[in-house]
Structures are given as C-alpha cells and as structure tokens.
C-alpha cells in the first residue's frame, strides 16, 4: 500500500499549500502604453510599424533587425562610418526627419 500512500500525497502535495498556478499565460497583458516595439506582423509603413526605440520605422530599423542591413547596403543607402542606412543616420545628417506615419482611421 506504500504506492497509494505516495500517490496520495502527492496529489495533496499538489493541490495543497501556495496556490498552484492555473495555465500560465502566453504573453503578458498588452500594456497599456505604445509598445517600444512593433510586433512582427505590421504592416510597413503602417503607423503601428514603428520603433519607438530608434524612431525610425521598426520594418525598416536596422538595430532591431540586423537581417535588413544587407538590402540597405545593395542600394547604398548606408553610413559604414555610423552603421545606420544613411536614410536614418541623424549625425551626418542633422536635419532629417523621420516622421511617424500618421494614424489610420
Ligand atoms: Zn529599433
Ligand atoms: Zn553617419
């Protein structure tokens, strides 16, 4: 009867003491603010496709996602020297302005 004993307890183990978690989330509640970050099924040019991080559009961020680094070198829009897309590089170009898109709707 020693297996029984060992099953019981267990069971008491588990349904006693702190209160066990039920399923556990998958993902944290959205927050209630902009995310830093859109998620990876944007639309681009979206006013949701943006890093709030980097201020610049998050499909196109290049320090989020070093994978789109390439496709902005083969147009040659690239600073080696800053290791952004020329396009985003605010210190060699101190006017330029990267301007969310606006909302939809
Ligand atoms: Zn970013
Ligand atoms: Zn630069």
């Given at each position: 009867?020693?297996?029984?004993?060992?099953?019981?307890?267990?069971?008491?183990?588990?349904?006693?003491?702190a209160p066990a978690p039920s399923a556990a989330p998958a993902a944290p509640p959205a927050p209630a603010?902009?995310?830093?970050?859109?998620?990876?099924?944007?639309?681009?040019?979206?006013?949701?496709?943006?890093?709030?991080?980097?201020?610049?559009?998050?499909?196109?961020c290049t320090r989020c996602d070093a994978a789109l680094i390439p496709a902005f070198q083969a147009t040659?829009?690239?600073?080696?020297?800053?290791?952004?897309?020329?396009?985003?590089?605010?210190?060699?170009?101190?006017?330029?302005?990267?301007?969310?898109?606006?909302?939809?709707?």
């Open positions: 009867m020693r297996l029984t004993l060992l099953f019981v307890l267990a069971l008491f183990a588990c349904e006693g003491g603010h902009a995310p830093a970050h859109a998620p990876a099924d944007i639309q681009p040019g979206s006013h949701a496709d943006w890093c709030g991080e980097h201020a610049v559009p998050e499909s196109q040659g829009d690239w600073c080696a020297e800053h290791g952004l897309p020329e396009s985003q590089c605010l210190q060699c170009n101190p006017d330029l302005k990267i301007e969310r898109p606006p909302k939809e709707g």
